[in-house]
């Protein structure tokens, strides 16, 4: 099945600057991913989304990028804020008896310091 | 207008005892998913409805956990006899249609058995 992981585990970075997440997965078929943002005692919130069929979208001060080449997702936050401070997670999902039930990561935790 | 909703946010129950949590999903959403999230892990799905219909339940961990949804709208994830390693949160999520798109969540239900 679908294994989607995470490079770090925590990223500390100041006010101001910019973050980048990482994440690989595992499952070429899965042809839909997505950003998560958690707060803690919250439900994850929508961050950004991407089909496979692109390879970069961006948001509001939020990229993300996709290579299918190497399986890689990576979520770009730029001009950090304290209120960034979560944990992050990436999720791929394919069309399957699940619908799009998504498969997500082990979560990185920002640390924005002013 | 209206996010997904869970009740109770925090569950202590007993070794032994049955629980039931309740999702309250964004109206006229067609596909509702079930998620397990153990401290300091990324969710894990249980199942997913499409409307009333459970389409899938292969992520509940045992035959202790039940969930259904019987007018499409509602749903209801039922844990019989509580074990210590269910204890988690556990997360209701939904979505206007059955394709690729984002998933709202609820803010979960923290289970504790003692």
């Known amino acids: 099945g679908e294994s989607v992981g995470l490079h770090l585990p925590t990223l500390s970075v100041q006010e101001g600057d910019n973050s980048i997440i990482n994440c690989a997965y595992s499952n070429s078929a899965s042809d839909y991913f997505i950003w998560y943002k958690q707060e803690s005692g919250k439900g994850p919130q929508f961050i950004i989304d991407i089909r496979s069929n692109m390879d970069k979208r961006q948001g509001q001060r939020v990229t993300v990028l996709l290579n299918k080449t190497v399986k890689h997702l990576s979520l770009q936050i730029a001009a950090t804020q304290p209120g960034d401070s979560a944990v992050y997670f990436c999720?791929?999902?394919?069309?399957?008896?699940?619908?799009?039930?998504?498969?997500f990561g082990k979560g990185t935790s920002l640390l924005v310091t002013p | 207008g209206a996010g997904v909703s869970q009740s109770p946010r925090y569950k202590v129950a007993k070794r032994g005892q049955d629980v039931a949590l309740r999702c309250d999903p964004i109206s006229g959403h067609v596909s509702l998913f079930w998620y397990q999230q153990a401290l300091g892990q990324g969710p894990e799905f249980l199942t997913y409805f499409q409307n009333e219909a459970q389409l899938d339940k292969s992520g509940l961990p045992s035959d202790r956990f039940f969930a259904e949804r019987p007018e499409g709208s509602v749903s209801t994830l039922k844990i019989q006899r509580t074990q210590q390693e269910d204890s988690a949160v556990y997360l209701c999520?939904?979505?206007?249609?059955?394709?690729?798109?984002?998933?709202?969540f609820g803010p979960g239900t923290r289970l504790t058995v003692t």
């Open positions: 999720a791929g999902a394919l069309n399957s008896n699940s619908g799009y039930a998504l498969n």
């Open positions: 999520a939904s979505t206007l249609g059955t394709g690729p798109y984002e998933q709202y």
